[in-house]
């Protein structure tokens, strides 16, 4: 049943799920992605670049630090405030008084979503992934247990164990 009644709209908001809390947790987007995504608002992710827009600390861009699903606050690098014994604290800040100005798109999901409702998703992005990704295979390559030599594959390190280190057993 869909309510319009304050204090129904209250409720579901403080004992929404949290798969619900995260699309909750949206801020717009700059206009330049906007027409690029073809959407108006994304999820706050940590790594996202925002800019306030409302509030004593508008005007102010950093990086997103922590995203806190359970009070609807985010937290940013740049953002803090001095307590009284001279700690520095981040601010909490509301998403909806955000703007997205560089969205993190390091996750394939998220590429996927927008993808998904008709944006095109940035073509240098595609490719800084699939460059990570061949790092990651290079980096990934098998040690000898024995002389700590690499190799390519799990098959070049058997034959070279059989070949050179008759004698080692697993």
Same mark, same amino acid.
Request: aromatic share 4%.
């Given at each position: ?7 129904? %709209? ?125 790092? %990651? ?16 594959? %799990? ?7 059989? %070949? ?7």
């Amino acid at each position: 049943m869909i309510s319009s009644k304050p204090r129904k %709209k209250r409720k579901e908001l403080y004992t929404a799920p949290l798969h619900l809390r995260r699309k909750l947790m949206s801020a717009t987007l700059k206009k330049e992605l906007r027409k690029e995504f073809g959407r108006r608002s994304l999820p706050v992710r940590t790594g996202d670049k925002v800019k306030v827009m409302r509030g004593s600390y508008a005007g102010l861009t950093g990086k997103v630090r922590e995203v806190d699903l359970k009070n609807y606050k985010v937290y940013i690098e740049e953002i803090t405030r001095e307590k009284v014994d001279g700690t520095k604290v981040h601010v909490p800040i509301h998403p909806s008084n955000l703007m997205i100005i560089d969205p993190d798109m390091s996750d394939r999901m998220r590429q996927k979503i927008i993808e998904r409702s008709g944006g095109k998703v940035r073509e240098e992005l595609k490719e800084k992934e699939e460059v990570k990704e061949e790092k %990651k295979e290079k980096k990934e390559g098998i040690t000898c247990p024995v002389c700590k030599k690499s190799f390519g594959t %799990k098959d070049e390190m058997q034959a070279h164990l059989t %070949k050179e280190h008759k004698d080692y057993t697993r």
